[in-house]
């Protein structure tokens, strides 16, 4: 790759910018983790968002980079990508999450990035700086994801159904209200693990274009994996509030052992995907999980036209983000 000239000030910048969208992905993204744990009433809305924002950070002892490496290497061509690609990737990213955030969609941060870096790549280089391998992989998730979560979210809520077919509701209440924690616990770590790497990703492609770390480096430096891992827990502890409804009952209406299917399906499709390198959306999962969970008892407990409109901002988010990105990228050639 060819290094670029680049101003101190403008890298700072950038990196600056990159965390500022990490953090916002923690915001937008806090209501996956937390909805169904605060929605079932086991935990208050500020203790929800402490341990979800504890175990994003803790992530980082756990999970290989591997997500890092398929955005900061596998999405667009190395070659074309300059300050102004990465301005656009990020300011086309953060502005259709606000835009989200603000109506209350819980849309997709990571599609919204991946539109950015592609957006903004094609104003730059055309179709031909895209990476095909890389894109399929994310695409293909789009649809896997979430019938991942659905798949394990209604298994799950079969299973602990024909075990506690003879337990007193009561006693199954309590039991999955502990259980829940657990499994708000193990989704908040599958959260921070496959979401931080995405700009941890991008902050390391910006430093290779900046000549500031080799391609051939396997790892990002620390000071970035540290960064992005405090950075998404920062934006999960403040919380995105308007989402928490939707996900949490607007969907279906969840009792703890409900959200605990829930949240364990999410899991462990985040577990797999992270461990595969691919960087997928965790509101696509969780939404999934939840769909499963409700349409496992029966079709009409799910509010299909809510999930609709859930899934048309699942459509729009890449198209969105990616004409906001490549706006983005042509202000960003005019003003420096």
């Known amino acids: 790759m060819q290094t670029l000239q680049m101003s101190i000030y403008v890298l700072v910048f950038l990196v600056v910018l990159a965390l500022l969208f990490d953090f916002m992905n923690g915001f937008h993204d806090a209501a996956n983790a937390i909805a169904t744990v605060v929605s079932t009433g086991v935990l ?113 809520m079969v299973i602990v159904s024909w075990l506690f077919v003879r337990s007193h509701p009561a006693k199954v209440d309590k039991w999955f209200r502990r259980m829940q924690l657990v499994s708000a616990s193990m989704y908040s770590l599958g959260h921070g693990g496959n979401d931080a790497q995405k700009t941890m990703g991008i902050i390391w492609m910006l430093l290779i274009v900046a000549g500031y770390t080799a391609n051939t480096e396997s790892h990002p430096p620390w000071w970035v994996v540290i960064s992005c891992y405090s950075a998404i827990a920062l934006g999960t502890l403040f919380g995105g509030w308007r989402i928490v409804k939707t996900m949490g009952q607007r969907i279906t209406k969840l009792k703890p052992v409900g959200g605990f299917c829930a949240e364990t399906g999410g899991a462990i499709t985040l577990f797999v995907a992270t461990a595969l390198g691919i960087p997928v959306s965790t509101t696509h999962t969780i939404t999934g999980a939840i769909v499963g969970v409700g349409a496992s008892r029966k079709t009409s407990a799910v509010r299909w036209g809510v999930a609709g409109n859930i899934v048309w901002a699942w459509v729009f988010t890449i198209p969105a983000s990616a004409f906001m990105a490549a706006i983005a990228w042509w202000i960003g050639t005019k003003v420096f």
């Open 44 to 156: 208050k809305p500020h203790q929800a968002v402490a341990m979800a924002a504890f175990f994003n950070f803790v992530a980082i002892m756990v999970f290989h980079v591997k997500v890092a490496a398929t955005v900061g290497k596998g999405t667009i061509d190395p070659s074309i990508v300059d300050h102004h690609v990465i301005f656009g990737a990020l300011v086309g990213a953060i502005a259709w999450n606000l835009i989200t955030w603000y109506y209350g969609i819980p849309s997709s941060s990571s599609h919204a990035l991946i539109g950015g870096l592609v957006g903004a790549a094609v104003a730059k280089g055309g179709t031909g700086s895209l990476i095909a391998g890389g894109l399929i992989k994310t695409i293909i998730f789009i649809v896997l994801s979430p019938m991942l979560g659905f798949l394990f979210g209604a298994m799950l």
